[in-house]
Nanobody
């Protein structure tokens, strides 16, 4: 049984910030964030190895978005700063099967456990 729940989405003006949180159960070795904008395909935002904290991120996310382990056990956060209207979309927390390499799976979008998504709107 795997459960993933996102929170923290909302509406902000351009230049604003949001912090998304994903709660997951049971423990995972790899977690990622993805997003889907209206009329576009789903794309990877960032991924993290839970054990050592190593991360990978999309070019659009570098210097603006930061993925990290949360303060609470079995949580990951996505801090988003300097948001633009192009960041509008549904943001999903996800986990791959434990048998795959985390970052390889993230690059291919090969994550098969997904949360319900949280809406981010930037105006």
């Amino acid at each position: 049984h795997v459960q993933l729940v996102e929170s923290g989405g909302g509406s902000v003006q351009a230049g604003g910030s949001l912090r998304l949180t994903c709660e997951y159960n049971p423990s995972r070795y790899c977690m990622g964030w993805f997003r889907q904008a209206p009329g576009k395909q789903r794309e990877g935002v960032a991924g993290i190895l839970i054990g050592n904290g190593n991360t990978v991120s999309a070019d659009f996310a570098k210097y603006r978005f930061t993925i990290s382990r949360g303060n609470a056990k079995n949580t990951v956060d996505l801090q988003m700063n300097n948001l633009t209207p192009e960041d509008t979309g549904v943001y999903y927390c996800a986990a791959p099967r434990p048998s795959v390499f985390c970052f390889n799976a993230w690059r291919k979008g090969n994550f098969d456990c997904w949360g319900q998504g949280t809406q981010v709107t930037v105006s």
